[in-house]
């Protein structure tokens, strides 16, 4: 018998068998478009995140995850514009500023209650946003990237040196806790559940957004800008959609960020935390709304870990992202799938041709 | 109005100086935009190695000047090699945003190795030949302001033979515009990205060896640089060397004048407004890019 393909499975594929059979357990599977939107999966997740703190009543864990759920609902809303729309964005840690600054000024100087300083923030990203999206979604690429990144720095450098309106370098104090109807979120376990919360609310609208005619032809204008414009979707109007509906999801996550930590400094959001941002979203897979929650937890976990090692952090932290980006470019899930299906495949043809054989 | 009359030289010379540096990194832009559609953000990250390394081959191994600036210059290009074979070819086929990330990475750990390894003090160096300034009419001139214009001159017809008078600067330029005709000629592509990387690698160590004794040169002062780098390359037309001349130039001098009419904290926001400014009335710089007629921006 002629020997075909020798290579077909390789070695490396026995390594990547138990990750496998653990996400093939339980992650969702982004092929699967005709399906209906809430499976039981969903239900599954939101069973483990209410159930999660209970069992795991840790105060640290607590503190990272309502990080985590942060990290989530500002990796969701640029997911949209850069999974969904096909864009680049390496200025929304700038409106995640924008978001914190409207709650720290609005709660500390105006007296301004939260819960209207949370919609606020979210009100203002997005102005600002649809202010100075028109002039730079007409980019593309690099230059794209280049605009945002500037749009960030610039927010930087106001905040920096209009010391009496925004505090300077030291940056504002005592945010008082997100608060409604006079019911305080005061320790890490009632955060957890309020950003969680927060982050499911924003997770279903956006589901349904994706499953929506503006979802669609958010996948149209990412597959081909001319071939979208044809069939007479508004091009510059979709994509200024995404844009300032991720800012506003920044601005709440900003807004979540500043109570939490109840100060608002302007080292946050620099160009190493949209880095971590834009990350986040790389590694869940673009075009997948379960990805940058993934990525958020799994990397916001890596940070912490980091975090012992000290000075060695940063390095440590650069050769990580370069490696995952290496070995992982279209994401984790999206590349242990590809190959979970490969080999199903494999398996299935082997079957078949041990059949043959007898 | 006296005092901005007075200043004004001063500022003129000063930003004509940081001009010339800008035009460097943004050659280093170029260099790399030339072989490959790539933008290496890690390109500020080797200004600063330069003009670290030098100050540690100067005063740690003790070594002569000249000497000492050469072989800084040797291992930048070698760390720019070491990057494209560790980081830029493994993800030749990626999608240009992985690839922008990947720099990124890049140049985080390259800043904050450095960071480790050399202490996170300001270095500075001597200048390369006298430190009194001299006067012309009314303005002082240090002497290092003349060595950085006569290196940025030298290095721009450098650039230019290179890139129009070798049959290895054709082979890079084509293998940018037309990768299947590169392909098909026997260019081999990688060789000529590789190339590139060590080229801009170099010119970014030398414009981190001119800058260091005008101004401090910290760990994390690259990523800044290299930016302002990005926007005068942008400014004067993506993908040409005069271009990127230009727009430095254009770039510091605007960015020193400002300072009669700003507060001086509002500076470095400067560059990121023309940069806004530039891509939203013409994209495509002052001098036009070779890169932008075929397709809209």
């Known amino acids: 018998m002629v020997e075909t393909k020798k290579n077909e499975f390789r070695k490396r594929d026995f390594f990547y068998l138990v990750p496998l059979w653990l996400i093939s357990l339980m992650a969702p599977d982004p092929y699967l478009y005709h399906k209906k939107g809430f499976k039981k999966k969903d239900f599954f997740y939101l069973g483990v995140l209410v159930l999660a703190p209970l069992i795991w009543s840790d105060s640290h864990f607590h503190h990272l995850m309502v990080l985590?759920?942060?990290?989530?609902?500002?990796?969701?809303?640029?997911?949209?514009?850069?999974?969904?729309?096909?864009?680049?964005?390496?200025?929304?840690?700038?409106?995640?500023?924008?978001?914190?600054?409207?709650?720290?000024?609005?709660?500390?100087?105006?007296?301004?209650p939260t819960f209207l300083a949370f919609w606020a923030s979210a009100?203002?990203?997005?102005?600002?946003?649809?202010?100075?999206?028109?002039?730079?979604?007409?980019?593309?690429?690099?230059?794209?990237?280049?605009?945002?990144?500037?749009?960030?720095?610039?927010?930087?450098v106001i905040v920096r040196e209009s010391t009496d309106f925004t505090g300077g370098v030291i940056g504002i104090f005592g945010i008082p806790w997100f608060s409604v109807m006079g019911f305080s979120f005061d320790t890490y376990l009632k955060q957890y559940y309020l950003t969680w919360g927060v982050l499911t609310g924003l997770f279903i609208f956006s589901k349904n957004l994706v499953r929506s005619k503006v979802g669609r032809s958010l996948l149209a204008v990412a597959a081909s800008e001319d071939a979208a414009s044809s069939v007479g979707i508004n091009v510059p109007w979709i994509k200024l959609e995404s844009f300032v509906l991720g800012a506003a999801f920044s601005g709440l996550a900003g807004s979540l960020f500043a109570c939490v930590m109840s100060t608002a400094n302007p080292e946050a959001f620099s160009l190493g935390f949209t880095v971590l941002i834009v990350m986040m979203v790389i590694l869940g897979g673009m075009g997948n709304l379960y990805g940058?929650?993934?990525?958020?937890?799994?990397?916001?976990?890596?940070?912490?870990?980091?975090?012992?090692?000290?000075?060695?952090?940063?390095?440590?932290?650069?050769?990580?992202?370069?490696?995952?980006?290496?070995?992982?470019?279209?994401?984790?899930?999206?590349?242990?799938?590809?190959?979970?299906?490969?080999?199903?495949?494999?398996?299935?043809?082997?079957?078949?041709?041990?059949?043959?054989?007898? | 109005?006296?005092?901005?009359?007075?200043?004004?030289?001063?500022?003129?010379?000063?930003?004509?100086?940081?001009?010339?540096?800008?035009?460097?990194?943004?050659?280093?832009?170029?260099?790399?935009?030339?072989?490959?559609?790539?933008?290496?953000?890690?390109?500020?990250?080797?200004?600063?190695?330069?003009?670290?390394?030098?100050?540690?081959?100067?005063?740690?191994?003790?070594?002569?000047?000249?000497?000492?600036?050469?072989?800084?210059?040797?291992?930048?290009?070698?760390?720019?090699?070491?990057?494209?074979?560790?980081?830029?070819?493994?993800?030749?086929?990626?999608?240009?945003l992985i690839l922008m990330m990947a720099t990124l990475g890049a140049s985080i750990f390259l800043s904050s190795t450095n960071g480790l390894i050399f202490g996170t003090l300001p270095k500075t160096l001597p200048p390369f030949s006298g430190e009194h300034p001299f006067r012309i009419g009314e303005i002082p001139i240090l002497p290092q302001n003349l060595w950085v214009l006569l290196s940025t001159f030298i290095l721009l017809?450098?650039?230019?033979?290179?890139?129009?008078?070798?049959?290895?600067?054709?082979?890079?330029?084509?293998?940018?515009?037309?990768?299947?005709?590169?392909?098909?000629?026997?260019?081999?592509?990688?060789?000529?990205?590789?190339?590139?990387?060590?080229?801009?690698?170099?010119?970014?160590?030398?414009?981190?060896?001119?800058?260091?004794p005008l101004f401090f040169t910290n760990y994390s002062s690259g990523t800044l640089l290299g930016l302002k780098g990005f926007i005068a390359a942008v400014l004067g037309g993506w993908g040409k060397n005069s271009g990127a001349i230009l727009g430095g130039?254009?770039?510091?001098?605007?960015?020193?004048?400002?300072?009669?009419?700003?507060?001086?904290?509002?500076?470095?926001?400067?560059?990121?407004?023309?940069?806004?400014?530039?891509?939203?009335?013409?994209?495509?710089?002052?001098?036009?890019?070779?890169?932008?007629?075929?397709?809209?921006?």
């Open chain 1, 68 to 112: 985590a759920g942060i990290y989530a609902t500002l990796a969701l809303g640029l997911s949209l514009f850069m999974g969904y729309a096909g864009q680049i964005s390496l200025g929304h840690a700038a409106f995640f500023g924008i978001g914190a600054y409207t709650t720290a000024i609005l709660t500390t100087r105006y007296a301004i």
């Open chain 2, 249 to 297: 130039f254009v770039l510091g001098i605007v960015e020193s004048l400002s300072l009669v009419f700003i507060p001086s904290g509002y500076k470095d926001a400067v560059a990121f407004v023309i940069l806004l400014l530039i891509l939203s009335f013409r994209p495509k710089g002052i001098l036009g890019s070779p890169y932008m007629d075929s397709r809209r921006w």
């Open chain 2, 1 to 96: 109005m006296d005092s901005w009359l007075y200043y004004f030289p001063q500022l003129l010379s000063s930003g004509i100086t940081i001009g010339a540096i800008y035009a460097l990194v943004g050659l280093g832009f170029v260099t790399i935009s030339r072989a490959s559609q790539i933008i290496n953000f890690a390109q500020g990250e080797f200004v600063m190695l330069g003009g670290v390394i030098t100050f540690f081959l100067l005063n740690g191994v003790k070594l002569p000047y000249p000497f000492a600036a050469l072989i800084a210059i040797l291992i930048v290009i070698l760390i720019g090699f070491m990057m494209h074979v560790l980081v830029i070819y493994p993800l030749r086929k990626a999608s240009i």
């Open chain 2, 157 to 212: 017809i450098f650039l230019y033979l290179l890139s129009h008078r070798t049959l290895l600067g054709k082979a890079m330029e084509a293998s940018s515009t037309d990768p299947l005709g590169a392909d098909l000629l026997g260019i081999s592509r990688n060789l000529m990205v590789f190339l590139a990387f060590g080229v801009s690698a170099g010119v970014g160590a030398i414009a981190g060896i001119l800058i260091t």
């Open chain 1, 292 to 358: 940058p929650i993934a990525g958020a937890i799994l990397l916001t976990w890596v940070m912490d870990i980091l975090s012992k090692y000290q000075e060695y952090s940063l390095p440590i932290y650069g050769v990580i992202l370069i490696l995952l980006l290496v070995f992982f470019p279209d994401g984790i899930g999206t590349r242990l799938n590809v190959r979970l299906i490969y080999l199903i495949g494999y398996w299935a043809k082997k079957k078949k041709r041990d059949v043959g054989k007898l």
């Open chain 1, 123 to 156: 009100l203002s990203a997005a102005v600002i946003a649809s202010l100075i999206g028109r002039s730079i979604l007409k980019l593309k690429g690099y230059f794209l990237a280049l605009a945002t990144l500037g749009f960030g720095e610039i927010f930087l």
